[in-house]
Every structure is written in structure tokens, then in C-alpha cells.
């Protein structure tokens, strides 16, 4: 099993729905999460930190569940430029590093 | 304030030739990473320094991989020889020293794109 785990997609959503992705990880001792978006070729950005249940930006919310080990990331009133990959990283407690997903990737049709 | 940056955008070389990569992080971030995407595959990490030392290269593929970073600036990774499993997008990342929870959240570079031939 990954350590990391997220549906590649594509969820294929209009313009307007709102659209959740789920990200499981395996290390329950993991306390950080953190949701980046990247567009084709480009570099991850950092969208969210979720270092308690959960964080709110805008049209975007992310929320933590420790006992089910999953976070999440909403988005509502979807636009076409939210059309991107959205990566999972888990923060390793006592070290430095970031274990990634392989990405969601959403699609918002017109 | 600029971001990360990284040189060159793209190489292509030989296998059994040398490369050499530059990261530039955030001026100022302590922390830098380098992570590497294979096609297909999710980003995985490489290693980390803490200004100019090395403080975790558990993911280094293997000793053909040397990484620096001179002075605790800019950070050079070298590829010698390369291989053709080299090929992919390579990641620089940096993030603060000691700001609390703010010192985990790590910034991206635009990435080089290896391809070995």
C-alpha cells in the first residue's frame, strides 16, 4: 500500500458544481497535510496547510480526519481555472520531507 | 520577493555523460529539498539541507547522484554518469528556518526536465 494515496481522476466537473478530493495516508503519526495545485508542466503551488482539522481560503476548504486518515479538499463554484493537478503531500514527523501523491487531476468544462 | 529558481529549464544529454543542475531558493529559506518525478510516478524526495549541510539523503537513488550546496546558497545537484531511469523532472524546494509551523511549507522551483537518451 502508498503511503500516500489519491484518486488520478479525471473528475471531469462544469463550471459551477463543487468538487471534493480525498487524499489517504498510511502513518498515523503524520501531523502536517498540505494541498498544492500544478498546471501541465509547471511547478507545484502551495494552495492549503492543514495542520488541524482543517483550514478555509475562499472557494477552497480542506479538512483533516485522523481517525479515518484522509483529508480532504473542497471546491465550490468550480471556474474553469481551477482546471489543474492537485497534489497531496504528507509532512514525515521528525524529518523534513514530503511524501507526495500521484495527483488528481479536475478538468471544469465550460 | 522571488521565488525558487532552477537552471536549466531543459537538458538532454547521452547516457554515460555528466550533468549538473542549480537551485536557487527563496533568499533566506534555510531549508532545501530536491525531488525528483519520473514519468508516471509521483514526486519523491531526495534530500534535504539544512543551510550548507546535508541533513537527510535518504532518497538518493544511488552514488552516480552528488549533491551541494556551497556557502548555504544555491544548491547543485551532478548526475555522473547519467543513466536512462535518470530521466525526469527534477524539483528544487526550500522552505524557512525555525518559523514554527511555517518552516514545513515548502516552495517549488519550476523543475529541470532530464531526459537521458
Known amino acids: 500500500r502508498k503511503e500516500v494515496e489519491q484518486d488520478p481522476g479525471p473528475f471531469n466537473v462544469p463550471e459551477g458544481a463543487t468538487v471534493a478530493f480525498n487524499c489517504t495516508y498510511s502513518n498515523s503519526a503524520s501531523q502536517s497535510f498540505f494541498w498544492y495545485r500544478q498546471d501541465c508542466r509547471k511547478e507545484p503551488k502551495l494552495l492549503m496547510s492543514v495542520y488541524s482539522s482543517g483550514n478555509e481560503d475562499g472557494r477552497f476548504t480542506a479538512q483533516l480526519n485522523r481517525a479515518s486518515q484522509y483529508i480532504s479538499l473542497l471546491i465550490r463554484d468550480s471556474k474553469l481555472s481551477d482546471s489543474a493537478t492537485y497534489l497531496c503531500a504528507v509532512y514525515v514527523s521528525g524529518t523534513y520531507k514530503y511524501i507526495f501523491g500521484t495527483g488528481t487531476r479536475l478538468k471544469v468544462l465550460a | 520577493e522571488a521565488g525558487v529558481t532552477q537552471f536549466p529549464s531543459h537538458s538532454v544529454i547521452e547516457k554515460g555523460q555528466t550533468v549538473t543542475l542549480r537551485c536557487d531558493p527563496i533568499s533566506g529559506h534555510d531549508n532545501l529539498y530536491w525531488y525528483r518525478r519520473v514519468m508516471g510516478k509521483e514526486i519523491k524526495f531526495l534530500l534535504h539541507?539544512?543551510?550548507?549541510?546535508?541533513?537527510?539523503e535518504s532518497g538518493m537513488p544511488n552514488n552516480r547522484f552528488l549533491a551541494e550546496r556551497t556557502g548555504g546558497t544555491y544548491s547543485t545537484l551532478k548526475v555522473q554518469p547519467a543513466e536512462l531511469e535518470d530521466s525526469g523532472v527534477y524539483f528544487c524546494a526550500s522552505s524557512p528556518g525555525d518559523r514554527g509551523r511555517f518552516t514545513y511549507e515548502q516552495y517549488f522551483g519550476p523543475g529541470t526536465r532530464l531526459t537521458v537518451t
Open positions: 539541507f539544512v543551510k550548507e549541510s546535508k541533513q537527510d
